[in-house]
Nanobody, 121 residues
Framework: QVQLVESGGGLVQAGGSLRLSCAASGRTFTFSSYAMGWFRQAPGKERGFVAR????????SYADSVKGRFTISRDNAKNTVYLQMNSLKPDDTAVYYCAVDRVGSTGYDYWGQGTQVTVSS
């Protein structure tokens, strides 16, 4: 099994910044072999895609709503993926989750418990 632990969430004012971390572990899990993603779920809304990063960190993709404001990165030596969030808006308020991307098909099989991000106006 794979364990993912998110951290770094909190309460910030609009325009502020936060950096989320996701630490991965597992006896048979090789972190550098997998792309990783960030998702979020706001109250009363479905979980949605935020960002994805390739195995080496050389390729990234973002939801249109966060482009130019959020940056996903990873440190394979530390088995950790990050999400730097700048210029935060109240609409960014959500529980943020990291996940392990599947190999050979679409989808994510392993998820963390999430970390709460609240942006006040």
């Amino acid at each position: 099994q794979v364990q993912l632990v998110e951290s770094g969430g909190g309460l910030v004012q609009a325009g502020g910044s936060l950096r989320l971390s996701c630490a991965a572990s597992g006896r048979t899990f090789t972190f550098s072999s997998y792309a990783m993603g960030w998702f979020r779920q706001a109250p009363g809304k479905e979980r949605g895609f935020v960002a994805r990063i390739s195995r080496s960190g050389g390729s990234t993709s973002y939801a249109d709503s966060v482009k130019g404001r959020f940056t996903i990165s990873r440190d394979n030596a530390k088995n950790t993926v990050y999400l730097q969030m700048n210029s935060l808006k109240p609409d960014d308020t959500a529980v943020y989750y990291c996940a392990v991307d599947r190999v050979g098909s679409t989808g994510y099989d392993y998820w963390g418990q999430g970390t709460q991000v609240t942006v006040s106006s």
